[in-house]
């Protein structure tokens, strides 16, 4: 196989009407036969050969992360067509560097705001021609305009494709540089789509094929999302895409799946929602019994056999039970793409038979470079090299990647002098250590003070300081209903917010909300609706930023800060040691473990 495009053509020949896919509906989740992916990619790609799409053209795409950005991303590569990859709620900063060094042939948009944003510039982009809202049309307006096509046309693309041709140019905001996009072919992304399948075969080999089905977590998004339809595709293995705006770990439990997706983050929130109900039930199965049964499942994670283990193991099964059905009862093996699981809670699921792989990659690296051997227990490491790639360590400690995956380089670099790599060898500006199997261990960020206590960190996670909250905070300032907010996180596991809105801006919503003029402002704040649009504009600020600085839950505050009330010095500063105090019985809820299960506002 040499392109990406071949993929929906190998799975229809293999599986038929077998499922490929899962996508949401309104009942749960539908399958997607494999006849029915090539058919739906076969006639967004007549669409775009049609609109003018020719081999090597770009095609900016801004739709949200699931199964229709899975299906222009496919269609796109099927017409020979390269991927321009924003988050789809980009800002509109993002979304215009973006078009200008792009410059694509055709766009789809998530909506009408973005597509004035891009008719503003169609003066200057002379090749942009068509842009299509998905709010307005979908994906059929799309494949409108080649419905007279015949799909051999398609085919044709597809064979005169190379492995060397780009197929995605990756686009994500950061607080830490001018952002790039980083270039990847199509081998680029079938070699490290091969190599993860390749690591996680001694799983899939305990799975009959129709088993072998993966739950995508809903904090995947953008590249992760992209690596795991093409590794799931080209494996046999399902994929399904989370339901937006529901809770994910009920979706978990209803769906129950073999093989998950997800950050360490959600399966430690599974274990700590668990251990707090048995502590509410006291009793036999109370808290002594689940604290037993967990330091009886973390000896076996760590391969402590004892005579009696295997009767106390039947005695506190009910307290495996409880966290095996949380996650469904048939879960095998979760992907933890960024790493950052806690020893324990590593060892107390591995003691449960549940696997945790955790990794360490960039998208430069073609998404993960190492992930953890199936069935081998190390917490604080992020495993060995995948098959092809080499790792090897700089004298001043920074780690250097080679392999399939590395990226050929940054979109238009050669007018900023960026490259890929030195050799073929990419410097990840992360610091780490190789022991004497070759397993990976991180100490940090490059720049940050080496510590080799700094190994359970995520790799997508760096040293957070005051000037990335300040981006945040200043970012929320730009809504024009917020006043002030607070951005914290220092010392926390995630980042949360508090947010003031304005009065007058209150005013206006009470008036065009229709709500009466009896109702104070500060009801008004607290409105479900007024917290719908901050959600947005969190929602939308948090699109691709990097793990530490994702806002996880916020507190929207009735009054403004005022002098008067002690928070606010009289230049308009905020006093944040002073806020901090007066709120934070708020705060503390912000990091309550049902504040992320329940959407805690």
């Not at 222009?72 to 099927?78: E, Q, R």
Request: aromatic share 8%; glycine share 10%; with cysteine.
């Amino acid at each position: 196989m040499n392109v990406l495009g071949e993929l929906v053509y190998l799975c229809a020949e293999r599986d038929g009407d077998n499922a490929v896919l899962q996508c949401p509906d309104a009942d749960g989740w539908r399958d997607v036969g494999a006849t029915e992916f090539l058919t739906s990619v076969t006639k967004l790609a007549k669409g775009l050969i049609a609109a003018g799409v020719v081999r090597g053209d770009r095609v900016l795409v801004a739709a949200p992360d699931g199964y229709e950005r899975t299906l222009l991303t496919f269609a796109v590569w099927a017409a020979g067509g390269v991927v321009a990859w924003v988050p789809s709620r980009c800002s509109p900063g993002l979304l215009q560097w973006a078009l200008r060094d792009s410059r694509p042939a055709v766009a789809v948009l998530r909506n009408q705001r973005q597509a004035r944003v891009a008719a503003s510039l169609q003066h200057e982009i002379v090749d942009l021609g068509r842009v299509w809202a998905l709010d307005e049309g979908g994906l059929d307006a799309i494949a409108k305009p080649g419905a007279y096509m015949d799909g051999t046309a398609v085919r044709f693309r597809v064979e005169e494709g190379n492995a060397q041709d780009p197929a995605l140019i990756y686009y994500t905001p950061t607080t830490r540089r001018r952002v790039r996009g980083a270039v990847l072919s199509h081998r680029n992304l079938l070699g490290a789509a091969t190599a993860l399948m390749e690591r996680l075969s001694p799983v899939l080999r305990e799975l009959r094929p129709a088993d072998a089905v993966a739950l995508l977590g809903p904090q995947l998004q953008g590249f992760a999302t992209c690596l795991a339809v093409v590794a799931g595709t080209l494996a046999g293995v399902r994929i399904a895409f989370p339901r937006p705006g529901e809770v994910f770990a009920h979706q978990v439990r209803a769906f129950a799946p073999t093989l998950l997706v997800a950050d360490a983050e959600f399966l430690t929130r599974v274990y700590e929602v668990e251990r707090s109900r048995a502590q509410q039930q006291g009793g036999w199965d109370g808290a002594q019994g689940f604290e037993a049964a967990t330091r009886l499942a973390v000896d076996l994670g760590r391969k402590k056999r004892r005579p009696w283990q295997r009767v106390s193991r039947a005695l506190y099964d009910w307290a495996f039970a409880r966290v095996r059905d949380a996650f469904g009862g048939r879960l095998r093996a979760v992907v933890c793409p960024q790493g950052g699981m806690e020893e324990q809670v590593a060892y107390y699921y591995s003691g449960l038979g549940i696997s945790v792989l955790e990794g360490f990659g960039l998208v430069e690296a073609g998404g993960l470079a190492t992930l953890t051997v199936p069935g081998e227990c190390r917490p604080g490491t992020v495993g060995p090299p995948l098959e092809g790639t080499e790792l090897k360590i700089a004298e001043d400690n920074e780690i250097l990647v080679r392999g399939p995956g590395v990226f050929t380089g940054y979109h238009n670099a050669i007018y900023d002098g960026g490259q890929a790599a030195q050799d073929g060898w990419l410097a990840t500006g992360w610091r780490g250590e190789l022991d004497d199997r070759g397993w990976l261990t991180l100490w940090g960020r490059k720049g940050d003070t080496p510590s080799r206590s700094v190994v359970e960190e995520p790799p997508a996670v760096g040293k957070v300081v005051a000037a990335d909250y300040a981006v945040l905070e200043a970012r929320l300032l730009e809504h024009p209903l917020i006043s002030q907010a607070i951005v914290l996180g220092e010392g926390r596991p995630y980042a949360t917010a508090l947010i003031t809105l304005k009065r007058d801006q209150l005013e206006y919503w009470r008036l065009v909300n229709n709500m009466p003029l009896t109702t104070p402002l500060e009801q008004v704040a607290l409105t479900p609706e007024v917290g719908e649009e901050i959600r947005r504009v969190v929602e939308e600020i948090n699109q691709g930023m990097p793990p530490e600085l994702t806002i996880r839950a916020f507190h929207v505050l009735p009054e403004e800060f005022t002098p008067a009330s002690g928070l606010l010095l009289p230049s308009g500063r905020l006093r944040r040691d002073a806020v901090l105090r007066a709120f934070a019985e708020e705060i503390e809820a912000l990091y309550a473990p049902s504040s992320q299960e329940e959407g805690h506002q």
